[in-house]
Nanobody
Framework: VQLVESGGGLVQAGGSLRLSCAAS????????IAWFRQAPGKEREFVAA????????YYGDSVKGRFTISRDNGKKTVYLQMNSLNVEDTAQYYC????????????????????WGQGTQVTVSS
């Protein structure tokens, strides 16, 4: 099982980035996918989640209206489009997979997810 994040980098406040999470080694369409982030000295924070089919999405309050999660099951990839970035979005971003159904509200505890990627760094400068 492998999840590989990419697309991070340095961007100015107000800018945009698109993160990708490429999956392999498991039946991708049977898993919901979430993005989390972790800034230095802070707990890992739920960012967004998407259901197996892509029909259901949920967002953390701090990113709602600015970030969009999507998935392409044919490419076994999940995306996180991040717009209107601010310095508070600076963190290591991780994707995670879990085979249970996406609930309403979604589970935001990182321990609820089975598989994790290594992360990609996003740095927003003022």
């Amino acid at each position: 099982v492998q999840l590989v994040e990419s697309g991070g980098g340095l961007v100015q406040a107000g800018g945009s980035l698109r993160l990708s999470c490429a999956a392999s080694g498991f039946t991708f369409e049977d898993y919901k996918i979430a993005w989390f982030r972790q800034a230095p000295g802070k707990e890992r924070e739920f960012v967004a989640a998407i259901s197996r089919s892509g029909g259901g999405t949920y967002y953390g309050d701090s990113v709602k209206g600015r970030f969009t999660i999507s998935r392409d099951n044919g490419k076994k990839t999940v995306y996180l489009q991040m717009n209107s970035l601010n310095v508070e979005d600076t963190a290591q971003y991780y994707c995670a997979a879990d085979h249970t159904i996406l609930t309403d509200p979604p589970k935001r505890d990182p321990s609820s997810y089975e598989y994790w990627g290594q992360g990609t760094q996003v740095t927003v400068s003022s």
